[in-house]
């Protein structure tokens, strides 16, 4: 509340006629704070109060106001009293505070788009959303030197949120309210086209500006696909091009040095492009390059949002055309997939303007190091990896149900799909049960993931009653292969693999051995195809040797062993 209040007293010292940024009031050097950025569109909005508004996310049991994620400001920027179908563009800023040329450029994108005839006319036929900064929490925890590499601004914010979680990683899992906002926003616009700003490290190169366009099999749909490599993507390099800003894809790296060939970036589940592009929406991360000063990345950024929006608008039928036929052909799709891999064979040649890459002794480890000379410019053609080919796929069920504690678990409540099952009922479902796995070494995002190594497949009737629920795909067809990527146990990016349902790994009963021996001799004796199971076991020397391997394969196959162990707990219904 305080920094509300703040913020509130600062408007007055803002209303200059120019309305010029932070930014651009520092020559080019500063990167504006959260009040500063804020109080900024608060200023765009009182002057231009029929074209803009500012939006809060919507607060919540949670005591929203006093977390970071209630600052998560929403700004809208349209003409509304244009009518007809606009094209719906959503831009995040400051996912990682310490990249935040997408914060400046984005306040000068909308005062341009707001004041100058050239961009205000395209407001009849664009909704532009901007979250001005979204970690909050990572912005205010702002000093000089946490990148340790980079050229500029001379203070700016910390790449983890308060609980020191990288955001850009949150998506699938969403262990932030920050990423909580973010989707809720999201579902409720339901963009075309989507794009979070950060800064690359990596390489050295010439471009300014890379730009990592979601990877185009990923889509899994042709006409996604088509739109974006064969229409908007040429146009885009084009158009780039001409304005003195080339660019490049992002340059990442399978090899030392871009020399050997770089690989399209496979953005998945847990970044907000890869989430994004999940729900038939273009996604784009603009990864300005670390070396170039602040000013000319802001720059970039601001060049490559406007053509990005002016092609968006110029395309607007093809666009749409392409997102109805891709929501079509959602609705067919019989599987998804769940991993991917690179095809090392198919690649494209690129005209790549580099540095010269050499190796020479370094005064510091005494060992070979890499650098790049950047007076030595280079420019050849180097291979585009940019195919990627199904690992693993699974078909879609019509349904899964789970137990509602669950649901709440996962925090599915947050997109609201399911069907409370109001009255006992017994159905054919597949489970997954015996789940072999392995716990992974350290944490990763606040969470220690699990390996899923295989399990047994049944068809089994399974009671439900009013403490399950059932989610249709066919009811929620938006949110069909976000289902499966979430909660199949073989995804990789799943809530399984993520270790958020390591509660079925445990075993929560056993038995007291100077008791058991004595029932597990009885359960033998009447029980012969277990007794053979049994003596078959007990030809492994180390069994045979092991008393409590002995006594507990009797326990497990014994009717007072719990079937919950090691059964995944979310089923499917397929017919
Ligand atoms: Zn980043």
Redesign the pocket.
């Known amino acids: 509340m305080r920094k509300i209040l703040f913020f509130l007293l600062l408007i007055p010292m803002l209303s200059s006629a120019q309305l010029l940024t932070p930014f651009e009031k520092s020559n080019g050097v500063a990167t504006a704070t959260l009040i500063e950025c804020l109080s900024y569109y608060q200023e765009l909005k009182n002057q231009f109060p029929d074209f803009i508004k500012i939006e809060d996310p919507a607060l919540s049991a949670n005591n929203l106001q006093y977390h970071n994620a209630g600052q998560i400001k929403l700004i809208q920027i349209t003409n509304f009293n244009a009518h007809g179908e606009k094209i719906k563009i959503f831009i995040n800023n400051n996912?990682?505070p310490g990249?935040p040329d997408g914060v400046d450029a984005c306040m000068m994108l909308a005062r341009d788009y707001l004041s100058k005839t050239e961009f205000k006319r395209q407001l009849d036929e664009v909704e532009l959303y901007i979250i001005p900064i979204y970690n909050t929490g990572g912005t205010l925890r702002r000093g000089c030197c946490s990148r340790a590499n980079q050229y500029g601004p001379d203070a700016y914010g910390f790449?983890g949120n308060a609980l020191n979680l990288d955001l850009?990683r949150d998506f699938i899992k969403c262990d932030a309210m920050e990423t909580e906002v973010l989707e809720n926003y999201f579902h409720k616009i339901k963009p075309h086209l989507f794009i979070d700003t950060?800064?690359?490290d990596g390489a050295d190169y010439q471009y300014i500006m890379t730009l990592i366009a979601s990877q185009h099999n990923k889509y899994q749909n042709q006409a996604m696909e088509q739109f974006q490599q064969n229409i908007f993507l040429p146009m885009l390099y084009g158009s780039m091009q001409s304005q003195t800003e080339e660019i490049c894809p992002y340059v990442n790296l399978d090899h030392e040095t871009p020399d050997s060939g770089i690989t399209g970036f496979m953005e998945t589940a847990r970044y907000s492009s890869g989430y994004t592009s999940m729900f038939n929406c273009y996604s784009f991360t603009a990864?300005t390059h670390m070396l170039k000063p602040f000013n000319k990345r802001v720059r970039a950024t601001h060049t490559l949002l406007k053509s990005m929006i002016g092609l968006a608008v110029e395309h607007k039928l093809e666009l749409f055309n392409s997102l109805n036929d891709a929501d079509k052909i959602r609705s067919e799709q019989n599987s998804v997939a769940l991993k991917w891999q690179l095809d090392t064979s198919r690649f494209e040649n690129l005209l790549f303007k580099g540095y010269h890459p050499y190796y020479d002794l370094s005064k510091t480890t005494g060992q070979q190091q890499l650098y790049y000379d950047r007076n030595r410019p280079t420019k050849k053609n180097i291979k585009f990896f940019d195919t990627y080919q199904i690992a693993k796929s699974v078909t879609y069920p019509k349904a899964y149900v789970m137990p509602y504690d669950w649901y709440v678990k996962l925090n599915l409540e947050r997109y609201n799909l399911k069907i409370i099952i109001t009255h006992d009922t017994i159905i054919k479902v597949k489970e997954y049960t015996n789940v072999n796995y392995t716990v992974k070494k350290t944490p990763y995002e606040g969470n220690v993931g699990v390996l899923f190594n295989g399990c047994d497949v049944i068809t089994t009737s399974q009671k439900l009653d009013g403490n399950w629920v059932l989610i249709k795909l066919s009811d929620n067809m938006r949110f069909k292969r976000f289902l499966a990527e979430a909660l199949e146990p073989e995804s990789p990016e799943g809530f399984f693999a993520w270790g958020k349902m390591n509660s079925f790994l445990q075993q929560k009963e056993g038995f007291s051995d100077y008791v058991w021996d004595k029932r597990a001799e009885s359960i033998l004796a009447n029980d012969s195809s277990l007794n053979l199971r049994f003596e078959a076991q007990k030809k492994d020397p180390a069994f045979n040797a092991d008393k409590d391997k002995q006594l507990n394969f009797i326990y497990q196959n014994s009717r007072y062993f719990e079937p919950s162990y090691l059964k995944y707990p979310i089923f499917r219904i397929e017919n």
Request: charged letters at 35%; a negative charge; zero cysteines.
């Open positions: 996912i990682h990249e790449r850009n950060h800064v690359s990864e």
